[in-house]
């Protein structure tokens, strides 16, 4: 056999995917605010879960299906990265976040541009107004501009 043609035990692919869905899935049930009743919501998150969970079980399936692992590398994978998403959410969020205040305000993090939006409710809402305000007084800016151009050229 060949240098590339030995798989590891885990699965990497099974791994990042179960990782990526559980903390996701997490972040989700626990912190999403998107709007919406509270019924639409519980469907949407729902939906949003049960989506994740089935493209990680499709990617998990398909390193079985391509014989690049056994159902053991991929189950194993499936449950390390399902442990560390769990784990990295936690320690994310209920020990990192504290510096975050501290982070945010160095010139390093200011030059590039890194900021905390956790305190903001409904953030893609937000975003999404604070945006549209923003472009709108830039239309009407500009149309006011060309106005006066206009009259000042007559």
Known sequence: ????????????????FFYFMTYLAIFVILKSQMPGTPRIRSMRNRFLVVAQLITASIVAYSRVYLHYHTVLQVVVGAFVGTGLGCVWYYFVNYHFM?????????????????????????????Q?????????RWRERRANYSKDQTSASQ
Not at 98 to 115: G, H, M, N, S, T
């Open 1 to 16: 056999m060949g240098l590339y043609e030995v798989h590891g035990m885990p699965s990497d692919h099974a791994q990042t």
């Open 98 to 126: 504290k510096y975050v205040p501290f982070i945010i305000e160095q010139p390093l993090a200011k030059f590039f541009l890194i900021r905390d939006y956790t305190p903001i409710p409904r953030i893609i809402h937000f």
């Open 128 to 136: 999404y107004e604070s945006e549209y305000a923003e472009a709108k």
